[in-house]
C-alpha cells in the first residue's frame, strides 16, 4: 500500500524559511513518476504549488518561483520542497502528490504559518 506522510511545517516569521519532506513508502521512487506539492488555504481551494514530471522537468507556481526549490531523492524515497523568504499569503496546509501507473496519491498534509 503506497503511503505519503509530510513533515517539516511549522510557524515561522515572514522572510523565513521551511524544508518540507514527503517520504513515500509502499512503492519505490523512480525518475519517471510524477510527484509535487499542493496547498491549500483556509476557505480556499487546493492548489498547485511545484512538481516534477516524469521527464524531470520542474515547474513552479509563478508566486513561488525563486523562493522555493522542488527536490526528489529517489534512494530515500523522498520529495521536498524547501521554501525560502516564506510570506503570510504562503500559509496553508501543504500536501505531497504522487502519482504512478495511472493512480493518484496523497499525504495528510502539514501545516505552513507565516506570521508578518
Known amino acids: 500500500q503506497v503511503q505519503l506522510v509530510e513533515s517539516g511545517g511549522g510557524l515561522v516569521q515572514a522572510g523565513g524559511s521551511l524544508n518540507l519532506s514527503c517520504e513515500i513508502s509502499?512503492?519505490?521512487?523512480?525518475?519517471?513518476?510524477?510527484s509535487g506539492w499542493f496547498r491549500q488555504a483556509p476557505g480556499k481551494q487546493r492548489e498547485w504549488v511545484a512538481s516534477?514530471?516524469?521527464?524531470?522537468?520542474?515547474d513552479y507556481r509563478g508566486s513561488v518561483v525563486g523562493r522555493f526549490t522542488f527536490l526528489r531523492d529517489s534512494a530515500l524515497n523522498t520529495v521536498y520542497l524547501q521554501m525560502n523568504d516564506l510570506q503570510p499569503e504562503d500559509t496553508a496546509v501543504y500536501f505531497c502528490q504522487y502519482v504512478k501507473w495511472g493512480r493518484t496519491y496523497w499525504g495528510q498534509g502539514t501545516q505552513v504559518t507565516v506570521s508578518s
Open positions: 509502499g512503492t519505490t521512487l523512480t525518475n519517471n513518476d510524477y
Open positions: 516534477m514530471n516524469s521527464r524531470g522537468f520542474i
